[in-house]
C-alpha cells in the first residue's frame, strides 16, 4: 500500500508568513554576521599571522556541527509530541541556547574559546532553523510556498544587512557586537514560536510514494470533504476572503479506508511507533535511486551554495589583501567595507527574489528561476576573476545578490515538492540541508589552498564560478517538478 499524503491547501495568512520570514531572518543574521563580520576580526586579533588557516578551523568544526544535527533535529522534531507541537518547542529552545552561546562568545580571547562557543551556536543555530523550515510543508499549499519562500529569502538576505549595520555602526567591538546578536536573535526568533499555533499531525503514513506517481494520483483524486476551520495556522491575521476553506488534498490507494484527516483538523493525532535505534539511523539515508529528484535537488544545491561560500567567506581578507580597502578609503575600516557590499548584495536581490518567488507560483514552474540565479552567480564569480577593484566587488556583490536571491525563492519551494515522506519532512529538510553545511565546510577547506597559491583570490572566484554553472545545469535532471 501506498503512503496516503496530505497536501495542505487552507492558505496561511501573511502575518504567519512574516513571522516565519522574521525568524529565518533572524538566526540568519546572527550566523552570518558571525562569519562574515565578528569572527574574522576576533581571529585575525588573536592570530594575524595565521588568520586564514585558524578561521578555516573554527569555520571547520562549526560546519560538522552542523552537518551532525541538521538531519538529528530534525528528525527529532518529527517525533515530538507535545501540547505545543513538533516544531514550537525546537524553534525556542534553539533561540534560547543560541542566544546563550552568543553570549558565551563575546567574552572569548582564545582560539580554542571561539571553536566551542560556535559550535554551540551552529547546534542551536540548526535546531531553530531546521523546525522552522519544516512548518512550511507542515502548513503551507503548494501554490503559495513560492511566496512563502520568497519573503522569507528576503528575510534571510536583509537580516545580514542590519545585522552588519548594527555591529558596525550602531555598537563597537566584538563583545558588544555578539551581545547585539542574542537580542535580536531573541527578539525577531521568538514571537513565531510563541504566537503561532501547530496543526494536529495526520495519522502515520505507512511507506513513500514516489513524486512521479503522487503526480498521477492527485489528478485523478478527489479533494476531502471540507473540514472545519481549526486555529491551527496564525492567530495573528486572517486569510484572504477569496481563498479556499481550511482542507487538504489527501492521496492514497483507491481501497484505502484509514485516509489522512485533513491538516488541521482537531482530531487528527499521529501515532507514534516505538523508538527503534536501528530504523532511527537507517532513516537518514535517503536512497538516490529510489528519489532520484531528491538526490539530484541535494547536489544541485550543494554546488550553487558552495559558490556562494567561497564568495563570502574571505570577503573581509579579499578587500583588506587584495583591494586594499583601507588604503584606498583612509579613516574607514574593512568591516565597514563588508558591510557596504552586504548592502550592495541585499539591495540588489529584493526584487528578483520576490519577482521569482511569484512567477513560480504563478507558472507553477521552479527549474528556471533555479537555472537563472545559479548562472547569475557565476557572472558574479567571473567578474573577480578578471578584475580586482573596489568597483568590481560592487558589480559582482549586485550579480551575487541577484542570483543567490532567485535560487533562494524557490529552490526551498522546489525542494518541499520533493520530500519522500510525510512523516518525515524535518529530517528530510535537514539531509537537504546538509548541502549548505557541506558548502560551509568544503568551501574554506577548497579555498584557502587557492587564495594561498599563485593564482590568488582570482582562480579561487573562478572556480565559484564554475561551481554554480555546474549546480545550475543539474536543476535539469529534476523531472518532479516543472
Not at 580571547?109 to 571561539?114: E, N, V, Y
Not at 583591494?323 to 575600516?333: A, C, D, I, K, Q
Amino acid at each position: 500500500m501506498h503512503e496516503v499524503r496530505t497536501t495542505p491547501v487552507r492558505p496561511v495568512s501573511a502575518g504567519w508568513m512574516s513571522l516565519l520570514a522574521l525568524a529565518q531572518m533572524g538566526v540568519i543574521m546572527a550566523m552570518t554576521v558571525g562569519n562574515q563580520i565578528l569572527l574574522p576580526s576576533h581571529v585575525a586579533r588573536i592570530d594575524p599571522t595565521h588568520k586564514e588557516a585558524s578561521l578555516a578551523a573554527v569555520f571547520a568544526v562549526g560546519a560538522v556541527c552542523t552537518i551532525i544535527a541538521n538531519p538529528l533535529f530534525g528528525a527529532m522534531s518529527d517525533r515530538t509530541r507535545s501540547r505545543f507541537g513538533r516544531r514550537r518547542p525546537w524553534i525556542v529552545g534553539g533561540a534560547l541556547v543560541c542566544a546563550a552561546s552568543l553570549v558565551f562568545l563575546a567574552w572569548q580571547d582564545s582560539l580554542a574559546g571561539l571553536i566551542v562557543g560556535w559550535a554551540v551556536a551552529q547546534l542551536s543555530f540548526t535546531a531553530a532553523l531546521a523546525a522552522a523550515i519544516a512548518t512550511v510543508p507542515d502548513q503551507v499549499p503548494v501554490r503559495q510556498r513560492g511566496k512563502v519562500s520568497a519573503l522569507s529569502g528576503v528575510g534571510q538576505l536583509t537580516g545580514p544587512l542590519l545585522g552588519g549595520v548594527v555591529v558596525t555602526v550602531l555598537v563597537t567591538g566584538a563583545p558588544a557586537g555578539f551581545l547585539a546578536m542574542a537580542v535580536l536573535v531573541l527578539l525577531l526568533v521568538l514571537p513565531f514560536g510563541l504566537f503561532t499555533r501547530e496543526p494536529a499531525e495526520p495519522a502515520e503514513p505507512t511507506e513513500p510514494t514516489e513524486p512521479a506517481e503522487l503526480a498521477e494520483l492527485a489528478e485523478l483524486a478527489e479533494p476531502a470533504e471540507p473540514a472545519e476551520p481549526a486555529d491551527s495556522n496564525d492567530p495573528v491575521d486572517t486569510p484572504e476572503p477569496d481563498d479556499p476553506v481550511d482542507t487538504a488534498e489527501t492521496v492514497g490507494t483507491a481501497d484505502s479506508k484509514d485516509s489522512a484527516d485533513p491538516v488541521g483538523r482537531a482530531t487528527a493525532t499521529a501515532a507514534l511507533p516505538p523508538f527503534d535505534a536501528g530504523s532511527f539511523l537507517r532513516g537518514f539515508w535517503v536512497s538516490p535511486r529510489r528519489h532520484p529528484d531528491f538526490a539530484w535537488a541535494w547536489l544541485s544545491r550543494l554546488m550553487i551554495t558552495l559558490t556562494l561560500a567561497m564568495a563570502i567567506g574571505y570577503l573581509q581578507y579579499f578587500l583588506r589583501d587584495a583591494v586594499h580597502y583601507e588604503r584606498l578609503f583612509p579613516g574607514s575600516t574593512v568591516e565597514q567595507g563588508v558591510v557596504v557590499l552586504v548592502a550592495v548584495f541585499t539591495l540588489s536581490s529584493v526584487v528578483p527574489t520576490l519577482l521569482a518567488g511569484w512567477l513560480s507560483d504563478r507558472r507553477g514552474s521552479r527549474r528556471p528561476a533555479v537555472f537563472a540565479g545559479g548562472i547569475t552567480m557565476a557572472a558574479a564569480g567571473l567578474v573577480l576573476t578578471f578584475l580586482t577593484s573596489w568597483p568590481a566587488a560592487i558589480v559582482a556583490a549586485a550579480l551575487l545578490g541577484a542570483g543567490y536571491g532567485m535560487f533562494a525563492a524557490v529552490d526551498q519551494a522546489m525542494v518541499t515538492q520533493l520530500l519522500p515522506a510525510d512523516a518525515d519532512r524535518a529530517k528530510d529538510l535537514g539531509i537537504v540541508s546538509l548541502s549548505n553545511s557541506a558548502s560551509n565546510t568544503l568551501g574554506p577547506v577548497i579555498a584557502a589552498p587557492l587564495v594561498t597559491s599563485a593564482g590568488g583570490y582570482p582562480l579561487m572566484y573562478g572556480v565559484a564560478a564554475g561551481f554554480a554553472v555546474l549546480g545550475a545545469c543539474l536543476v535539469w535532471r529534476i523531472r518532479g517538478v516543472r
